[in-house]
Every structure is written in C-alpha cells, then in structure tokens.
C-alpha cells in the first residue's frame, strides 16, 4: 500500500465496526495513522486512533491516566526504557552508569506491566554509548530481551529510520510505514477478538525441549563450552525465549524439560552453565530414550493436572507430530530453527496460552511448592516399586478437623473446585452444606503435613446424618500418597454410621473411579456404592499406617 491508494481507500470507505484505541508512542506519528486508518478499513474497522503529545509518553505512564480510550497500543523503542539511548538528545561525553541505565529499564517495565501494556517494540539501533562494543551490544539485547519479556510484538528494527526521527521527529521511515501500521492494525483486531478467550487463557505448565531449543546445539555432540544461548549470534533467540521462560515461572507457570538424553547430560547446562534459567527453575526435568508423549504423559498424571493445560515446545517437527498425535490436548510451539521460522509467532502463542489478569503471591511461589510436592511423589508403579516403604519415609502426618460449626470455607472451596479426585463433581452452595449440617451432617476437612512442610488442607468431606458421604475430594497435589485410604480407615473405626457414597463417574475423576474400583468397596443390588468397613481395614491397615493421624 502506498499513500495514494490509503488515501483511495479511505475515500472509498462507508463505515464499519469502530475501534477508536490510543496508538502511545514517544514520536510523532501523524503520517503512520494515515496508513493505520486505510489498512483498519480493508479489515472493516472503523480505526479512529488518537496519539500523546510528542515526547509525553513516559509523563502519561507516570501519571497514571485512566481516561484514555478503551485500547492502548504501545509503540516502543529502545529509549523509552532508558532515554540515554534517544539519538536526539546526542551521545554524553562519559559514558552513562551501565547499572544505572538497568535500573532505568526495570522502572520503566514495570511501569508497562502494572499497567497491563500491550503492544509492539522496535529494536532500533541505539547511539554509541560505550566504547565497549560488547557492552553496547549488551544493552541492545537486554532492551529486547526485556520487551519480549513483557510480551510486546517485535517489529523489523530497519523500520526505525534516523533521517526521519532526527528531521520530523517520525522514527519510522516512509518506506516502512505501511509495513508497521499493517501489523498495528492486526494487533488492533487481535484485542478485540481475543479479549475473551485471553481472559480463559487456562495454561498451567510449558515443557521444553533442550537441544536446539532452550539452547543452539546438542549437549551429547558439542558438549558444555559447544552450546550457545547468550545474547549473541546463533544464541541470541535461545537467550530471549530463555527470559520469557524465566518470566512464566515468576508469574506461576510450572516449568518442565523432556529430552531425549542421558539424564546426567540434560542437567549439565543448568547446572554447571551460566543460562538465565537453572535447575531450580524447573519443577521436573525427565530425560531418557523413550516417546517423548510417555514422558508427558507420565508427568502429568504425576502432577494430577490435565493434558489440556500444557504446552509443549521442540524444535524438531518429528517430535512435535508425535506428541500432537498420541496427545491431542496438547497444545504444540515449534521453536524455529531456521530464519525463515517466525520465532515472534511462537512467543506470541505462548503469551497468549499462558495469559492471566493478576499474578499473586501465591503464584510466584508454585514452582517451589510443586517442587516440593514432587519430592512426595510416589515413583512408577511399573516394575513393582515398593511404595508403602517410599511413603514411609516421607514422615507424614494427617490432621482431621471438624469442620461442622466452623471454618468449613476451605473444605466448600476444594470441593468446588476440585475435579480429578472428586466423588460425583457436584458443586454445593453454603446453603446447601448448611442445610446438611443443620439436619446432623458432618464437614470433614484433613491436613497433610511430610518432610518438605504443610501441603495445607487437602480433603473435604461431607456427610449426612444417615451416613450417606455426599462428597469427598482430596487434592491432585497430593494424590499417589494413599491419603484416600487412610481417611476411609479412620472414617470406617468412627461412631458416623457410614452408609454409602454419592459416586458418580465422569470424565475427569478417573483417579477416583479407580480408588472406588479397589478391595474393599461394594455395589448393592441398587447400583449404591459402599465400603465394608472391616474389610476396608483389614486390607488397607499398612496404608494407614503410614501417617501419624490425630484429629
């Protein structure tokens, strides 16, 4: 498109759905609205972008301005995260603090990130500050790094043109200029068609591939010193992917390796390398020569955290079909090894998969609880693994409460949200577990305690006055442990008349479809599901005697 025929088009343009957004950018950008208008046209918007006054971009941020249009799209360039790098204010004669410039740029994302910015970043050159070219380049990356961190879209960097930024204070050139409003104006459809279904992004855990992905080079072949991953060269798209990984785990994403590979290899570059990521920064690393979609598999059902809530990222599109076939819910990224690969699509899918309105504390501390968790696993039943002996020595202890009277909100919010170990899936109001208690009933609730800490309250139970358990959940985190079993024991040895349980099948409680499948439980002539209780005992005594039991 050039400027008569955006011109052409508007003139031609009728009307369509409107879309009026604040393109917020420190230059001018009078001539890039022009095409913004045209190409939003063609795609039937109604673009009626507004701009800040030149050179306002970072006074808007500071001030907090609420009264802006519905959408804001950033616009970046490497001096608004440190205005030392703005060709138009010249190079200094000593060069500026490096740590100062940094903590300029850590203000500034964090600016962008309590704001929830999205947008579009442009690599652009910067001015020589350093005489150390190493250090000039590393400023320039970690400027990208940064963006990319934040989830902005990069831009091509030859769209910046100096001539145009240092004459008309335009930083885009003219030849460029269709080409950056093009991908606004995609940006500014993706807003809007995407804003639900960001809001459910729902992903939970990214497994990545090591060689050739999390870094340039195969460990086996190139050894510890042949791998690259710094923000150079071959490693520099290894380093930027490395920074959002490191990003997601901060903001509570599990992360997780497979490899195909030796295990002692795998663990090599994180932990004898200087990577942005380490081993403390993964909850899991599995490595060995079998599929890649049995490793995943395996962990998942270890984690207790369905399919559908990985992302599963390779390099190598034989492993990628492999896993999209013998796992569909899985949602695949391939790493581009190639130039001709876009590397941004692939960050903008994992930005989108991972999307969340607010990080939490609780959030930035899941990779070290999971990480804890997994010390609890217990290991693969296959082969005959002796797990009674394992669990032992995990020193756990169960407390049961009662919670009847009062502070049942825990035990009512893990029975709602609670779906692989769930009796029947029911959800229950306060009124409704009112109404049981006040009839007799019973809310149990039990914490597990081991080596590691407190996995906090982990079971619900809810009785009614003839016995009947109308609900019992336990934790996915704390599955494998026997907890289920040594609960029913102690259940079965109380004065509560145990009846029957409300079981109902459904396609995600396979955990407990099993747990009701085992020794000890029957079905009557009506189908209802119950446990003989000195049977139950009999049978399942060694499971119980794993924990200390106090209520």
């Not at 190493?134 to 989830?151: F, I, R």
């Not at 855990?205 to 050739?212: E, H, K, Q, S, V």
């Not at 920064?281 to 962990?299: G, L, P, R, V």
């Not at 992302?311 to 999209?324: I, K, R, T």
Request: net charge negative; proline share 4%.
């Amino acid at each position: 498109m050039n400027f008569l025929e955006a011109n052409r088009i508007l003139k031609d343009f009728s009307g369509g759905v409107a879309a009026d957004f604040l393109l917020a950018m420190s230059g001018n950008g009078d001539n890039l609205l022009l095409y913004i208008k045209a190409y939003g046209a063609k795609s039937g918007l109604d673009a009626k972008p507004q701009q800040l006054d030149f050179g306002t971009l970072g006074q808007y941020l500071a001030s907090n301005q609420t009264d802006s249009p519905t959408q804001e799209i950033f616009l970046l360039f490497p001096w608004d995260f440190a205005p030392a790098c703005d060709w138009r204010t010249g190079v200094a004669v000593e060069p500026p603090s490096f740590k100062e410039l940094l903590q300029q740029v850590e203000i500034f994302a964090q600016q962008l990130q309590n704001r929830g910015v999205k947008g579009l970043y442009i690599p652009a050159p910067i001015p020589p500050l350093y005489y150390d070219n190493d250090q000039q380049k590393q400023l320039s990356s970690q400027l990208t790094a940064t963006a990319v961190a934040l989830g902005l879209k990069l831009l091509n960097p030859h769209c910046f043109s100096l001539d145009s930024y240092l004459a008309t204070g335009t930083p885009i050139g003219a030849a460029h200029l269709p080409h950056a409003a093009e991908e606004i104006t995609v940006f500014l459809q993706k807003k809007s068609i995407t804003a639900v279904s960001r809001i459910t992004g729902g992903g939970k855990a990214l497994i990545t591939d090591l060689d050739n992905t999390l870094y340039y080079g195969v460990i086996g072949e190139d050894g510890l010193n042949g791998i690259q991953y710094g923000p150079q060269g071959v490693g520099y798209k290894h380093f930027i992917y490395q920074t959002v990984l490191k990003r997601l785990k901060n903001e509570g994403v599990l992360l997780i390796v497979v490899s195909k590979n030796d295990s002692d290899l795998a663990r090599l570059p994180l932990t004898d390398g200087d990577m942005v990521l380490k081993q403390s920064d993964f909850i899991h690393i599995s490595a060995s020569y079998e599929a890649k979609s049995a490793q995943i598999s395996s962990i998942s059902q270890q984690l207790n955290l369905g399919l559908d809530s990985f992302m599963f990222v390779d390099d190598n599109p034989v492993e990628l079909a492999e896993v999209s076939l013998a796992l569909p819910q899985i949602t695949c990224g391939k790493f581009p090894v190639s130039n001709k690969e876009s590397f941004s699509e692939l960050l903008e899918q994992i930005n989108q998969f991972f999307h969340r309105k607010t990080v939490s504390q609780e959030d930035k501390s899941r990779t070290e609880l999971y990480q804890k968790r997994l010390l609890g696993l217990a290991p693969s039943q296959v082969g005959g693994a002796d797990l009674t002996t394992f669990l032992q020595q995990l020193d756990m202890e169960l407390i049961i409460h009662d919670r009847t009277k009062k502070g049942g909100e825990r035990g009512i919010q893990l029975i709602n949200k609670t779906n692989q170990f769930n009796l029947n899936g029911r959800r229950f109001k306060d009124d409704e577990v009112d109404a049981i208690i006040s009839q007799g009933g019973r809310l149990l609730t039990a914490t597990l305690y081991d080596k590691s800490g407190s996995h906090g309250e982990i079971l619900s139970c809810l009785l009614t006055v003839d016995g009947v358990v109308e609900s019992f959940v336990i934790s996915c985190r704390v599955l494998q442990r026997y907890v289920e079993h040594a609960f029913i024991c102690w259940l079965c040895q109380q004065s509560f008349n145990l009846s029957s349980f409300s079981f109902k099948k459904s396609d995600r409680n396979k955990p407990l479809q099993k747990f009701i499948a085992s020794e000890g439980f029957v079905k009557d002539s009506d189908g209802a599901v119950k446990v003989d209780g000195t049977s139950f005992l009999q049978l399942h005594q060694e499971k119980l005697g794993i924990f200390k039991l106090r209520f």
